[in-house]
């Protein structure tokens, strides 16, 4: 069975510094790849995805993702995190031949330091 | 504006009672899940519906229910509520293979 597994539940960096946060999929069918925030007390709101075409994508709020796939991975980068970027992220993959339905990470806790 | 709108945001109601959680889109999707989610906590899908009179059991079992007479609405009813019902309920559509757009959730407690 698909699954997708983001590694760490909760990430604290300080305000200004890079961030990193890991996700990993498995699947051995095409896949697209999506990447959600979630702020307190909100629904989800995408970042950005991956469905085909150049493996690094950019989206909102300055957030980019590297799709690998040797590595089956997906990780989301922020060169500079302000405290605006505190909050919740999902990392989701949709499977061809499962009617696409989302597979979903457990979600990763990004808090920033002043 | 296209957009995925959820009723009530906040929702205090004894055990017992009969209660429904709406969920309205106005993007044309096909598409509509419901999604149970603990604070902090990864969402769990209880409910999908690939388009009207379409209704799918998801990955979480749950006691609710759920109804697809329009396109644009997927209510979720609970018909008896308990604590153990305490959650935030998350709305979302898509079109087919693409990403989910959520509304902005209810969040259920059950005394």
């Known amino acids: 069975a698909q699954s997708v597994t983001q590694l760490d539940s909760q990430v604290p960096v300080f305000e200004e510094a890079p961030v990193e946060l890991r996700c990993n999929y498995s699947s051995s069918v095409s896949v697209y790849l999506f990447w959600y925030v979630q702020y307190p007390n909100q629904g989800l709101q995408l970042l950005l995805k991956?469905?085909?075409?150049s493996t690094l994508v950019k989206g909102i709020n300055g957030f980019e993702a590297e799709f690998n796939k040797s590595q089956t991975s997906f990780h989301l980068r922020k060169p500079s995190v302000h405290i605006s970027d505190t909050a919740e992220y999902f990392c989701a993959v949709s499977v061809a031949g499962s009617n696409y339905q989302l597979i979903w990470g457990a979600g990763t806790k990004l808090i920033i330091k002043p | 504006e296209a957009d995925i709108y959820q009723t009530p945001r906040y929702l205090v109601i004894g055990t017992g009672k009969k209660i429904t959680l709406e969920c309205s889109q106005t993007?044309?999707?096909?598409?509509m899940y419901w999604y149970q989610q603990d604070p902090g906590m990864e969402l769990h899908l209880i409910h999908y519906?690939?388009?009207?009179?379409?209704?799918e059991k998801g990955d979480l079992s749950s006691e609710s229910t759920v109804s697809r007479i329009r396109t644009e609405h997927f209510p979720l009813t609970l018909e008896s509520a308990r604590p153990s019902h305490t959650s935030q309920y998350l709305c979302?559509?898509?079109?087919?293979?693409?990403?989910?757009?959520f509304g902005p959730g209810t969040r259920l407690t059950v005394l």
């Open positions: 979302a559509s898509s079109v087919y293979g693409n990403e989910q757009f």
């Open positions: 519906s690939y388009g009207v009179n379409s209704t």
């Open positions: 993007m044309g999707h096909d598409k």
């Open positions: 991956y469905l085909s075409g």
